[in-house]
C-alpha cells in the first residue's frame, strides 16, 4: 500500500510507469466512472492527464463525459490516424487552460472487441510513446479477462482493481489479479472499493480479496481507496457531465480526489 505521506509519482521513472490501468474483471462496477473522475482529480491538482478508453467492445467514456468526437480509435486501426491525432481535450475550468486528454474509442462504423493480438500490442506501444508528454494516462479497461485486455493491462505502471460489493465481482477481480500476477510477479497492484454502503462493508471485501491473494497467489494487494455509494454518480453520468463539475463536494467526489491526491 502506498503510504498517504508518500508521493506516488516521486517514484516514477520511465514514461511506461505513468501509466495506470483501471481493470475489474466484472462489467457495472463503476470503473469507466472513476477512470474519468480520478482523470478529473488530477487535472484539477494540476497535472497533465490523458484518458484512454481501452473498452474495445463496449467504449463509453465520449457518452459519459457527451462527447461527440469525429475521430476515434477506429481511425487509428485503419490506419487513418496517428493517436495522438485523435486526442479532444475536456476542459474542467473556463476560466482558465485546466483539462485533460481523450482519446475515445467508439466506432460508429464496427466492434474493435475482436482486434488482432498484433493491432493491440502495436497500439500500446503508442500510447507508451505518449505517455513522455504526460504525468499520468488512464487506461479504461474492458471486463472479462481475455487476451487482448490482459494484454493492454501488462506494463510496468499501476494497476488499479475497482470491486463492488457484489460477490461475483470480487471472484471476477480475483481472477483478473491472478493472470496479471502470473504474467508479471512484479505487477503493481492497487485496489479500489467502490460503491460501497458502509465502511464495513468495505473493509470485509478488501480483507477477502486480500486473503485470497495472499493464500493463492502469495502476495498482498494494497487498499489504494474506498468509494461510497452516491445518488450524485448516477445523476451525472445521467447528465453526460463529470460528477467532479456538478457536485464537487459529494461524498464520491471526495473519496476520489483523496485517491487522487495519494497518486501525485
Ligand atoms: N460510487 C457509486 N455510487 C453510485 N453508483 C455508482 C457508483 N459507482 C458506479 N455506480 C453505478 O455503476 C454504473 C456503471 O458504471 P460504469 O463506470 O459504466 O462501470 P464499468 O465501466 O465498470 O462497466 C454507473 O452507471 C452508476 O450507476
Ligand atoms: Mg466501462
Known sequence: MIAAHQSYRSHLQSAEERLITVASG????????????????????????????????LANIDIQLGLTPDRDLSHVMSGEYGLKDIIVRQSISPQDSKGFDVIAGRSGSG????LHHQ???????????????YDHIILDLGAGIDTNVMSLAHHNGLTIVVVSTEPTS??????????????????????????????????RIFETLRKACQNFLGFTPGLLGVIRHDRHVVDSIRAQ?????RFQNSPASEDVLAIARRLQ
Open 26 to 57: 466484472k462489467g457495472g462496477v463503476g470503473k469507466t466512472w472513476f477512470s474519468i473522475t480520478l482523470a478529473h482529480a488530477l487535472a484539477i491538482n494540476a497535472a497533465k492527464v490523458l484518458i484512454f478508453d481501452g473498452d474495445l467492445g
Open 111 to 114: 466492434n474493435m472487441g475482436s
Open 119 to 133: 493491432a493491440v500490442t502495436s497500439m500500446k506501444s503508442s500510447l507508451i510513446e505518449l505517455a513522455e508528454q
Open 170 to 203: 470480487l471472484t471476477d477481480a480475483y481472477a483478473f489479479i491472478k493472470l496479471r500476477h502470473m504474467r508479471d510477479p512484479a505487477a503493481k497492484i492497487e485496489i479500489v472499493v467502490n460503491n460501497t454502503a458502509s465502511k464495513k462493508d468495505a473493509d
Open 241 to 245: 457531465m463529470p460528477i467532479l463539475t
